[in-house]
Nanobody, 118 residues
Framework: VQLQASGGGLVQPGGSLRLSCTTS????????IGWFRQTPGKEREGVSCLTSRDGRTYYADSVKGRFTISRNNAKNTVYLQMISLKPEDTAVYYC????????????WGQGTLVTVSS
């Protein structure tokens, strides 16, 4: 099982980035995919989630209206489009997969660093 987050980088405040979570080794269609972020000294924060079969989306209040999660089942990939980025969005972003019947995430990927700074 592999999940690989990519697409991070340095961006100015107000800028945009699109993160990708490329997966393999499990039945992608049966798993919800979530994005999380963490900064040093802080607890990991759930950012967004997209369920498998019904395609429901969830967003943290801090990113609503600015982030959009989507998935491409043909490519086993989930995206996180981020616009109007703020310095407080700076973090390492991780993606994770949760089987639709589970309450906890089963698989985690390595993170990608997003830095929002002028």
């Amino acid at each position: 099982v592999q999940l690989q987050a990519s697409g991070g980088g340095l961006v100015q405040p107000g800028g945009s980035l699109r993160l990708s979570c490329t997966t393999s080794g499990f039945d992608f269609d049966e798993y919800a995919i979530g994005w999380f972020r963490q900064t040093p000294g802080k607890e990991r924060e759930g950012v967004s989630c997209l369920t498998s079969r019904d395609g429901r989306t969830y967003y943290a209040d801090s990113v609503k209206g600015r982030f959009t999660i989507s998935r491409n089942n043909a490519k086993n990939t989930v995206y996180l489009q981020m616009i109007s980025l703020k310095p407080e969005d700076t973090a390492v972003y991780y993606c994770a997969a949760k089987w639709r019947g589970n309450s906890k995430y089963d698989y985690w990927g390595q993170g990608t660093l997003v830095t929002v700074s002028s």
